[in-house]
């Protein structure tokens, strides 16, 4: 059974502190790993998506790594803004049958 | 972008209502449309996958006869949670597909039974 855990689950960083978010998973057998962005009490925004095949992601300062056969993905957030105060979310699309498992998320603050 | 908005964005009923809950795509089609719930302090967990034009397939657990969904056309999903009870309080995340690898996320609706 796919199972998705972040670490930390919560982080508070001054403003422009560079950081990592950590995704693992159990089962290396996944069709894609994305990453999202939820705000409190609203939806998701995806910020990236790694096929299985890739091995990094970039838009702006996001970048996204994954390691398949070691079951991990890392989120990196450069010069981090208050504006990026979020849970960010890491979900697994199961290869076997193409649906998403997500982790608990990890809120994320970033302080002025 | 691919817009998905979801409509009431908060809903609280008495308990033994049913309320329906609507998932639109705004500026595409989507073949397929996913509906998830989050509990506080919990991931998110898919409770159904429908396909326009076919009956919806659920996950282990969710009860079809509880969560009614209805995939009438390629823009519009709609999920009924029949009969609520304070139990089913939660945030209901739709999202639609055009290709499997993308899925657009709604807004969520906030559920409050009482």
């Known amino acids: 059974k796919q199972e998705v855990t972040q670490i930390p689950a919560a982080l508070s960083v001054p403003e422009g502190e560079n950081l990592v978010l950590n995704c693992s998973f159990t089962?290396?057998?996944?069709?894609?790993l994305q990453w999202f962005r939820q705000d409190p009490g609203k939806g998701l925004t995806s910020l990236l998506l790694?096929?299985?095949s890739q091995r990094e992601q970039t838009s702006g300062r996001l970048n996204a790594s994954l390691d398949k056969s070691s079951g991990r993905s890392t989120l990196y957030i450069a010069a981090s803004q208050p504006g990026d105060s979020a849970t960010y979310l890491c979900a697994v699309d199961h290869e076997n049958n193409r649906k998403l498992i997500w982790g608990l998320g990890t809120s994320l603050a970033v302080n002025p | 972008g691919a817009v998905v908005s979801q409509h009431p964005s908060r809903v609280i009923c008495k308990s033994g209502t049913s309320v329906k809950i609507e998932c639109r795509s705004l500026d595409f089609q989507a073949t397929t449309m996913f509906w998830y719930r989050q509990f506080p302090k919990q991931s998110l967990m898919l409770m159904a996958t429908?396909?326009?034009?076919?009956?919806?397939?659920?996950e282990q657990g969710v009860e079809k006869d509880k969560f009614l969904i209805n995939h009438a056309s390629l823009t519009l999903s709609t999920l009924t949670v029949t009969s609520a009870h304070p139990e089913d309080s939660s945030f209901y995340i739709c999202?639609?597909?055009?290709?499997?690898?993308?899925?657009?996320f709604g807004p969520g609706t906030r559920l409050l039974v009482l």
């Open positions: 999202s639609a597909a055009i290709r499997r690898e993308t899925q657009y």
């Open positions: 089962d290396s057998a996944i069709y894609n």
């Open positions: 790694i096929q299985s």
């Open positions: 429908s396909n326009e034009g076919s009956k919806a397939t659920y």
